[in-house]
Each structure stands twice: as structure tokens, then as C-alpha cells.
């Protein structure tokens, strides 16, 4: 095991969306600083989701007392945050979905800038319905993690997406691993992890730690006492694992530690652990990246390439042009609605390209669809790069 570039690490921990280095790591002050973006006053909205589904929300609060959290100790157990979002019986009915909790939202618009106010953050709106029941039929189960210091819900335009096309989405807030994450009671559990990584802790203790907390939470929505009412209507034999950043890394952890996991997609995350000599037992791994230095064959990332080699399965590298790091999660969407610096490629082409290549990944390989776009370049989607090394 080695350790990545001191670029790729500095992306690991980076706590935040905002897309430039350098970007206020302060609480956001009463008043803007000069030449700070305007304050956005009214809530975002998140893209629609494009499958023919309604999507239906609900938060499951998970503690796994058979371990002991890396990061304390002394806490009561592994503490997880999970929402599924899920293909919904019909349209309407129930509460609009919160996007995520005032407190949550204002610790991490702390680290956006002083442009961003976290109760605006927090009202951002959904496409998704508290309160109302799954689409007929057992769906296949896609598990995402988030980034390295941000919240589960800074992947829910992915998550709803995928939902709307007829998939349950587990998507897991681990302990201690974000600027916030609100649990049962008003409790909130801040970034221990983040201080632990800057003295030195090495990354794989997160992605192993996020493995196990994968593990546990495919036991709890599949195994014979299931958590969620609806249950059922997950199909268990048909599971795929997405994440962004570390979370990206993670997945490939988890499909190495649980052979329940039949798919994995990286997206732009450096891995922190090498996979074994028997890969991933011939099951397919997409790994989706910036098209700049870091994520080309060849690039800053080494691990990246190494990796490559070691997949044994279907599998494929695509990097995006115009892209940067948290163009694979909701950041693009706030970045846009709140002033913040943007790449590139723009807020609605990085959405639509990420939708695009998770969904054909997960159709192809958990429900056996054809899915061209994963053959090579189109016309329809030109940032997208595969590359071949």
C-alpha cells in the first residue's frame, strides 16, 4: 500500500463544494467580504429526474453496535444515516423531501464561502416524496457514498435520477466522516475523520471502515429483518455500489470485502487500497474521472493506473472534459445557484453526463439492458473520453 499524490490527497481532503482551491474554510461571517458572490435568497432546484417513475424519500438512522467507530471510540456503536430514495407508486401525495437539515447545511455552506447561507442551502428543492409507497415489483439496490467531508445529500440529483428509472437508492452518511451529519434527538456528528487524515491517518481506513459500514447496511435492507416496511420491494440478488471521491474508492473495498455488491463506479476518487490478486472476481467496475492530469492514463494519480490493471472484469475508464472534481455530485447545481466559481463544462452538461453514464452502467450490468453509450464516444455526449491504456 502507498500513498497517493499530494494532489490526489488534497482532494480526499478537501470538505467541501467549493470547486476552486483556496475557497474560505471559515464560518461564513454576518457580512460578505468584498467582491464575494451575491447571496442567493431564493432555494435552488435540483434538475428533474428524467425516468418515468415518481420518487419517493425516507431516512433510515442505523447504528451498527457490533463495532467500534474508528473515529470515537467511545461513541455507542457505528452511527449511519441512510435515505433511500425509491420509484414511487404514483405521483403526488405525501411531503416534499427535505433536501438536508438546517444545521447540516450550515455547516458546510461554512466552508463554501461567505456567499452561501446555509438555511438557503438547506431549502434547496427536491424532486422526491416523503410519505408514500414503491412502484410495484422488486427494483435493483444501488448503494452510493459521498464524498470525504460532505453529506449523503450532496449526491440526491444522482440518487433521484436513478430512482425515477426504477431503482431503490441507499445512499449512506457515515460517522464522523462530514462537516455535519444531523442524527435522531437533534444530535450532530462533525468531521473527527477530517483531523485524523490531516495528522497522518491514512485513507484506507476510511474505505475500509466504509466497506463495513456497506456491509452492514445491505444486511438490514435485505436480510431477514429488514429495517424498511417496504422491504421487498428491493431486489437483494441484484446490487450495485456508486460513490464520488473516497466514496468512489470505497466501492470497490466493498465489492472486494462482500461478494453481495455485483457492480462498482468510481467516480473521480483516488483509490486507498489495492485490490487483491483475484481483482474483483470478474465482476464490472466503471471508473469516471476529470479529463485533466489527474485522472488520464498516466497522470498524477498512479493509483488509478494501477488499479486499471488489476480489474479483471468488464470494465472502463472515461474521463470528461471540462470537468473538475465535484462535477459528479449536486456541487455544479449550487456552484451555479449561489455564484461560485464553475469549470468548464457546464452545471446542466455535468448532471446530464453523470445521470447518463451511472444509470447505462447499472442498467447493463444489474438488469442486463444494452447500453451503447458504454461502447464508446458519441455525438450526443461530447466531453466524454474513453480511454484505453
Not at 189 to 199: K, N, R, S
Not at 210 to 234: N, Q
Not at 265 to 273: E, L, T, V
Request: hydrophobic fraction near 40%; proline fraction near 9%; charged fraction near 20%.
Amino acid at each position: 500500500m502507498i500513498r497517493v499524490t499530494r494532489a490526489a490527497a488534497a482532494a480526499v481532503l478537501v470538505c467541501s463544494l467549493a470547486l476552486p482551491a483556496g475557497v474560505a474554510t471559515a464560518a461564513v461571517p454576518d457580512r460578505p467580504a468584498a467582491g464575494a458572490p451575491a447571496r442567493a435568497a431564493r432555494a435552488a432546484t435540483l434538475p428533474a429526474p428524467t425516468g418515468p417513475y415518481a420518487v419517493g424519500s425516507t431516512v433510515l438512522p442505523l447504528v451498527d453496535r457490533s463495532r467500534t467507530d474508528p473515529w470515537v471510540p467511545t461513541a455507542d456503536g457505528r452511527a449511519l444515516m441512510v435515505t433511500l430514495h425509491y420509484p414511487a407508486a404514483h405521483p403526488g401525495g405525501g411531503r416534499p423531501a427535505p433536501y438536508a437539515t438546517r444545521e447540516e447545511a450550515r455547516l458546510l455552506a461554512g466552508q463554501l464561502g461567505p456567499g452561501v447561507s446555509g438555511d438557503v442551502l438547506a431549502r434547496t428543492r427536491t424532486h422526491s416524496r416523503t410519505g408514500v409507497g414503491p412502484a410495484p415489483g422488486r427494483h435493483p439496490l444501488a448503494l452510493l457514498s459521498p464524498g470525504f467531508g460532505v453529506s449523503r445529500w450532496t449526491l440526491t440529483h444522482l440518487a433521484e435520477d436513478l430512482a425515477s428509472r426504477g431503482y431503490v437508492v441507499a445512499s449512506v452518511d457515515h460517522a464522523y466522516e462530514s462537516y455535519g451529519i444531523s442524527l435522531p434527538g437533534g444530535r450532530t456528528l462533525t468531521c473527527v475523520a477530517c483531523t485524523a487524515l490531516e495528522g497522518g491517518v491514512h485513507g484506507s481506513v476510511v474505505t475500509s471502515t466504509r466497506a463495513a459500514d456497506m456491509r452492514y447496511v445491505l444486511d438490514r435492507l435485505t436480510g431477514p429483518e429488514p429495517v424498511w416496511r417496504y422491504a421487498d420491494a428491493i431486489d437483494a440478488r441484484r446490487v450495485g455500489m456508486a460513490g464520488h471521491s473516497i466514496g468512489g474508492a470505497s466501492a470497490a473495498s466493498a465489492m472486494v470485502a462482500d461478494p453481495r455488491i455485483d457492480a462498482g463506479i468510481n467516480m473521480d476518487g483516488a483509490f486507498w487500497q489495492d485490490l487483491p490478486a483475484e481483482g474483483l472476481r470478474g465482476r464490472p467496475f466503471l471508473m469516471l474521472g476529470t479529463h485533466d492530469g489527474m485522472h488520464l492514463p498516466g497522470g498524477q494519480d498512479a493509483t488509478w493506473d494501477r488499479t486499471w490493471t488489476a480489474l479483471d472484469g468488464w470494465k472502463r475508464w472515461i474521463t470528461v472534459a471540462g470537468s473538475e472534481h465535484f462535477t459528479f455530485s449536486d456541487g455544479p447545481v449550487l456552484a451555479r445557484h449561489f455564484g461560485l466559481p464553475q469549470p468548464e463544462l457546464p452545471a446542466d452538461r455535468a448532471v446530464a453526463v453523470t445521470r447518463t453514464y451511472v444509470a447505462a452502467f447499472f442498467d447493463r450490468h444489474l438488469r442486463g439492458l444494452s447500453r451503447p453509450v458504454l461502447d464508446g464516444p458519441t455525438p450526443e455526449n461530447p466531453e466524454v473520453h474513453f480511454q484505453h491504456p
